[in-house]
């Protein structure tokens, strides 16, 4: 059964940011809220959490993951960004964007698209999220936490314990943290692509 954890939403308890931590560290798998819903998360080398993410949402190889980061020095670690992109995803962030670019070799390969060697990064606006992050010390590998044949993401942290109980190891419920994603942009060719509008503006990059 999955642990549960209530946490508050503008002072997160230290001492649960600690044992969330914990269960990553130990290869565990967590349900999180962000700036734009509930997200899967694990470690980048966690190889049975990605599996158990792909399973859940039944997703196919060319599946985009996202690398959730603290700040931009985290960001820069994991993706090639020129400097006229570094000021367009700076103004941008922290916030409600996913972006598509080419991976460095800190990504693990399985975590890359199979042809194009890109990776989804995104900075969040939420301050459990930051403080996971920051307790962390890497990036969650993420996905958002849309099931199978479902149109729209869980958004109640109780209702998340209740549908994913055995498949997930912890549930963070810092109170509603909306239903919609991530504006998703690819920035790996000449010009931006916007694959997916969300949460952030997509006039920024088009």
Not at 95 to 107: H, Q, S
Not at 151 to 172: C, F, H, M, N, P
């Amino acid at each position: 059964m999955a642990k549960y954890f209530d946490l508050h939403p503008d002072n997160p308890q230290p001492r649960l940011i600690g044992q969330v931590v914990e269960i990553l560290h130990g290869d565990g798998l967590i349900a999180y809220p962000t700036d734009s819903g509930y997200a899967l998360g694990c470690r980048l080398g966690n190889k049975d959490g990605i599996d158990r993410i792909r399973e859940i949402r039944s997703l196919g190889s060319d599946h985009h993951f996202t690398l959730v980061c603290r700040d931009f020095a985290q960001f820069g670690q994991f993706v090639h960004v020129n400097n006229a992109l570094f000021r367009s995803i700076k103004a941008a962030t922290p916030g409600g964007y996913t972006f598509i670019l080419p991976a460095t070799k800190e990504v693990p390969r399985r975590l890359m698209h199979p042809r194009k060697k890109t990776v989804g990064v995104r900075i969040p606006d939420h301050v459990v999220t930051q403080a996971l992050l920051a307790e962390l010390g890497e990036p969650l590998l993420s996905s958002t936490l849309l099931l199978p044949d479902e149109s729209e993401a869980l958004t109640q942290g109780w209702e998340i314990k209740e549908r994913l109980d055995y498949v997930v190891d912890a549930v963070i419920d810092a109170g509603e943290c909306g239903a919609t994603p991530t504006t998703v942009i690819d920035l790996s060719q000449d010009e931006p692509e916007i694959l997916r509008r969300g949460t952030g503006d997509p006039s920024l990059f088009e």
